[in-house]
């Protein structure tokens, strides 16, 4: 059971978002419609970030230097806002589900 376990955890995509004081990169990040995957999340910068999205209902706050990561289950084709809530003019983001 443990293999069958494992094996579904090495089909989940993995996409890196990196946030420095309230900047994000990339931007857009393009991932499959209908299909679970990760965000691993990286403030690379000095300050505190908060990466949240009200329509995936997902938030997570990082001190400097951290790394992180959400799961998102599948969405259906469509743009998803994400934001730094503590750099909101500088830290705004989507996710393409194509």
């Known amino acids: 059971m443990?293999?069958?376990a494992l094996a579904a955890g090495e089909d989940l995509p993995?996409?890196?978002l990196d946030c420095n004081n309230g900047v994000f990169t990339p931007k857009?990040?393009?991932v499959p419609a209908g299909k679970k995957f990760k965000i691993e999340i990286y403030n690379t910068g000095t300050e505190a970030i908060e990466f949240e999205s009200r329509q995936l209902r997902k938030e997570k706050a990082l001190s400097p230097q951290s790394?992180?990561?959400v799961v998102v289950f599948p969405?259906?084709?469509g743009e998803y806002k994400?934001?730094?809530d503590f750099h909101i003019q500088t830290?705004?983001?989507s996710i393409i589900a194509k």
């Open 2 to 4: 443990a293999m069958s």
């Open 14 to 16: 993995v996409f890196r």
């Open 28 to 30: 857009q990040l393009l």
């Open 67 to 69: 790394n992180s990561f």
């Open 75 to 77: 969405l259906e084709p």
């Open 82 to 84: 994400f934001f730094d």
């Open 91 to 93: 830290g705004q983001g």
